[in-house]
């Protein structure tokens, strides 16, 4: 058994560390391997974590069989563990404050070794937000970036799934147990992840959500990432605090500007007011300040009309219902079902909830 990685197992899983504690664990052990020194350390462990946990250490530190057996468990559940000083650990990861010492793992874990790039936002988004980050999501991913988020509600998922079914690839960071889904709702998304992509967390099998465990979660995202993009924030969101994690790291930091009267873009209007630079108006954007040139999204060839482009120049402003259409184009209700049915199809217009359209 790897004498670094069984003790990492043994701390993260069988004691229930954050890398935080375990940093200051292996600092007291210094070079020598924790399990075996840990007798001559408990007086020092307990002054430090308390007579329980130094109680508990004591009695699992010399025990191989039940490290065996949790090795055997997390291969059967094709779990892998990469320590700090594996070469399949990310080396962006190893710039940031605070790295995890251990990452579980389960999918392509050479997706860490790829160009990534992080997507967050509210869990629940505007309509625009969620057509946002599917258009951002769908080209990076076809840029050959990989897509990292979180797997929560709203914008994570979305970027997720738009990678995906943009023929990319993509990396969820859990904020608790590697085999735990949360939410239970993103079971589908979980299973296809793991199939296509990849699932990391620094937690290990069991360990259940808690709130302070995504702000930790957080800064994994942005470390792995060469920049962040938020599409869509709230005064509140948590991805604020990944926008301020990728700022702390030296990472860049992308922002899509949203509704200035909608509550669910306030953080990130208030992130492009203190950081103007930040600001981007499409993928493209995004691509060139990372140094990938070349790919557009392909446009339709489609010649229109005047009543056509007069049509798009006016949903270009304002989404519009059918009655608003037939005042501004001057057709007649079947002429104008035709026009609407045709620039659909070019994916040049949509239709939207109760009769309204836009671009």
Not at 132 to 154: D, H, N, P, Q, Y
Not at 340 to 356: A, P, Q, S, V, W
Request: one cysteine or more.
């Amino acid at each position: 058994m790897n004498g670094k990685l069984g003790a990492l197992v043994w701390m993260n899983r069988i004691c229930g560390f954050a890398t935080q504690k375990m940093q200051r664990l292996l600092a007291i052990a210094g070079d020598a391997d924790i399990r075996r020194q840990f007798p001559s350390l408990y007086a020092r462990v307990a002054q430090m974590m308390g007579s329980d946990t130094a109680g508990l250490m004591m009695q699992t530190c010399t025990d191989e069989e039940l490290l065996n057996r949790e090795f055997d468990l997390l291969a059967r559940a094709g779990i892998r563990t990469i320590s700090y000083a594996d070469e399949e650990y990310p080396a962006l990861l190893k710039e940031i404050p605070l790295p995890p010492l251990l990452l579980y793992c389960k999918g392509d874990i050479s997706l860490m070794q790829t160009r990534c790039i992080g997507i967050v936002g509210s869990r629940d988004p505007s309509r625009y937000g969620l057509e946002v980050t599917e258009l951002f999501s769908k080209t990076l991913a076809k840029c050959g970036l990989t897509i990292v988020s979180g797997l929560a509600r709203g914008i994570d998922s979305t970027a997720h799934r738009a990678a995906l079914e943009a023929g990319g690839k993509t990396i969820a960071v859990l904020g608790c147990g590697i085999d735990k889904i949360y939410p239970a709702d993103n079971a589908p998304l979980y299973k296809k992840i793991e199939k296509d992509g990849l699932l990391i967390s620094e937690y290990g099998p069991g360990v259940p959500a808690s709130n302070f465990q995504f702000p930790e979660r957080n800064r994994i995202i942005s470390g792995l990432s060469e920049g962040v993009l938020v599409t869509e924030a709230g005064q509140k969101s948590g991805s604020l605090h990944t926008a301020n994690n990728a700022v702390d790291q030296g990472r860049d930091l992308y922002v899509v500007p949203c509704n200035i009267t909608s509550s669910r873009g306030f953080g990130s209007n208030m992130l492009i007011k203190k950081m103007p630079h930040c600001a981007v108006f499409s993928p493209d954007d995004v691509a060139e300040r990372l140094g990938i040139h070349g790919y557009k999204e392909p446009v339709s060839a489609m010649q229109l009309d005047f009543i056509e482009e007069k049509l798009v120049a006016g949903l270009g402003y304002a989404e519009l219902n059918f009655e608003q259409l037939l005042e501004l184009t001057g057709l007649g209700a079947s002429e104008l079902n035709a026009t609407l049915t045709k620039l659909e199809l070019f994916g040049i217009i949509k239709k939207l909830d109760n009769n309204y359209y836009g671009v």
